[in-house]
């Protein structure tokens, strides 16, 4: 896919709702996003077995420092289960066959198991999504890349990053709040709430969230307006990595 395309906003007006899960809050509960300092800090029991899901990917590999961990072992699932055999902090490392790593600043406790679905923050390309995007037209593939992500199926080999709306453009006259997104190969895409906090109405315009790399923007409404109190959710395409 060649980067000098021209954006394509979708303005279409779509008939499918929204399935119960894309219409609940951003993440599932228990799902963390990576901190700004790119570490997680974690309680982990060390007299029960913890286990760690990373959405979209596969665990292949922990490790840590010697006589911290025990009992490691892939599931069936693509997660890994382990318990701590210290009493002290340590860090250990979360590897996964898309080459994610997830460094894990840990706190031993006694207790229940812990159960952790951690997110990443960099874009993941796996030949899986590559082949899905380039194997048809632009347009095409905006189109089928915004519809799937309304029902919460995105295609092989995209995986769950950190959502965030700090790199999103938002009138201002909005108030908005980043649910989930993904990665492919050159594309990513956010959902993102979008809520009128006014006592009157506010167009919708599909322009104005626009900012350098996005290539598509659809709302989830076909609402030319976002009445008083509304909220509604809007579905952006842009590249995986921005160039600045």
């Given at each position: 896919m060649k980067s000098n395309l021209m954006a394509v906003f979708v303005a279409v007006a779509l008939s499918v709702s929204l399935p119960a899960q894309a219409s609940a809050s951003a993440l599932p509960a228990g799902t963390l996003s990576l901190p700004q300092n790119g570490q997680f800090t974690l309680s982990v029991s060390a007299t029960n077995p913890n286990m760690i899901h990373i959405p979209g990917d596969v665990v292949s590999a922990i490790s840590g420092p010697?006589?911290?961990?025990?009992?490691?072992?892939?599931?069936?699932?693509?997660?890994?289960?382990?318990?701590?055999?210290?009493?002290?902090?340590?860090?250990?490392?979360?590897?996964?066959r898309k080459g994610q790593t997830f460094p894990v600043a840990a706190t031993p406790v006694k207790g229940q198991g812990k159960v952790y679905r951690l997110l990443g923050d960099m874009p993941v390309s796996t030949p899986e999504a590559k082949a899905w995007e380039t194997a048809q037209p632009y347009e095409s593939l905006l189109l089928s890349l915004n519809n799937q992500a309304m029902k919460s199926a995105l295609p092989d080999g995209y995986t769950p990053v950190k959502p965030d709306v700090a790199d999103i453009t938002v009138p201002s006259r909005l108030q908005a709040v980043a649910e989930q997104a993904w990665t492919g190969h050159a594309l990513r895409i956010d959902r993102v709430r979008i809520t009128n906090p006014h006592s009157y109405g506010v167009a919708l315009r599909e322009q104005?969230?626009?900012?350098?790399?996005?290539?598509?923007v659809m709302f989830d409404s076909q609402a030319i307006t976002l009445m008083a109190g509304a909220t509604l959710r809007v579905f952006i395409i842009r590249d995986a990595e921005v160039q600045p």
């Open positions: 010697a006589g911290t961990l025990t009992d490691k072992r892939l599931t069936s699932s693509g997660a890994v289960v382990f318990t701590a055999v210290t009493d002290k902090p340590f860090t250990f490392y979360v590897e996964t104005d969230f626009w900012a350098r790399g996005v290539r598509s």
